[in-house]
T-cell receptor, first 115, second 110 residues
Framework: DSGVTQTPKHLITATGQRVTLRCSPR?????VYWYQQSLDQGLQFLIQ???????AKGNILERFSAQQFPDLHSELNLSSLELGDSALYFC??????????????FGPGTRLLVL | AQSVTQLDSQVPVFEEAPVELRCNYS??????LFWYVQYPNQGLQLLLK??????LVKGINGFEAEFNKSQTSFHLRKPSVHISDTAEYFC????????FGKGTRLHILP
């Protein structure tokens, strides 16, 4: 158990809908990362937040957005969903104080299926 | 721009045999290198990382990796694999953002 929790575990929805994925980092971690894992694209970094502020952006679509709240939990919002958005979405956290060499601790993921 | 190539998508190996999973990277600056493991239906877990110093890095579960700057490689090795090592292994490189390879699925044969 990494200490990172994600809800829900599974999500089934229809095209055009909007969903929110939630992540609670390990106690004391200030950085939160979001990743998308799909069969064709592999594991893709989406976005990083540090202590409430956006720190780095990866291959995140404009239909997707994220935020980190004062209690450090984070939400990833996916809107106008398409079939191709079906994937496993991971959240990871790290202390955020030691730079790029820090270990990231991954949650169990949310499996999203868009029908 | 940085990139990571894992040369083998699948590697079958007999139990108790040695294994090497290959990883090559490209980056224009100094990087940090990582190997993560993903067991079935789980999230990723760090095996080991190279930040600086000794080029031979030892990780958990008997794995080790060697950083080779001239060959831009960071291959993962284990001298004797077990059934419990069945998983997908991801090499990653990070400077400002982290980039993962496509993964190598390790199949352990009895």
């Amino acid at each position: 158990d990494s200490g990172v929790t994600q809800t829900p575990k599974h999500l089934i929805t229809a095209t055009g809908q909007r969903v929110t994925l939630r992540c609670s980092p390990r106690s004391g971690d200030l950085s939160v990362y979001w990743y998308q894992q799909s069969l064709d694209q592999g594991l893709q970094f989406l976005i990083q937040y540090y202590n409430g502020e956006e720190r780095a952006k990866g291959n995140i679509l404009e239909r997707f957005s994220a935020q980190q709240f004062p209690d450090l939990h984070s939400e990833l919002n996916l809107s106008s969903l398409e079939l191709g958005d079906s994937a496993l979405y991971f959240c990871a956290s790290s202390p955020g104080l030691a730079g790029a060499g820090e270990t990231q601790y991954f949650g169990p993921g949310t499996r999203l299926l868009v029908l | 721009a940085q990139s990571v190539t894992q040369l083998d998508s699948q590697v079958p190996v007999f139990e108790e045999a040695p294994v090497e999973l290959r990883c090559n990277y490209s980056s224009s600056v100094s990087v940090y290198l990582f190997w993560y493991v993903q067991y079935p239906n789980q999230g990723l877990q760090l095996l080991l990382k190279y930040l600086s110093g000794s080029t031979l890095v030892k990780g958990i579960n008997g794995f080790e990796a060697e950083f080779n700057k001239s060959q831009t490689s960071f291959h993962l090795r284990k001298p004797s694999v077990h059934i419990s090592d069945t998983a997908e292994y991801f090499c990653a490189v990070r400077d400002d953002k982290i980039i993962f390879g496509k993964g190598t699925r390790l199949h352990i044969l009895p």
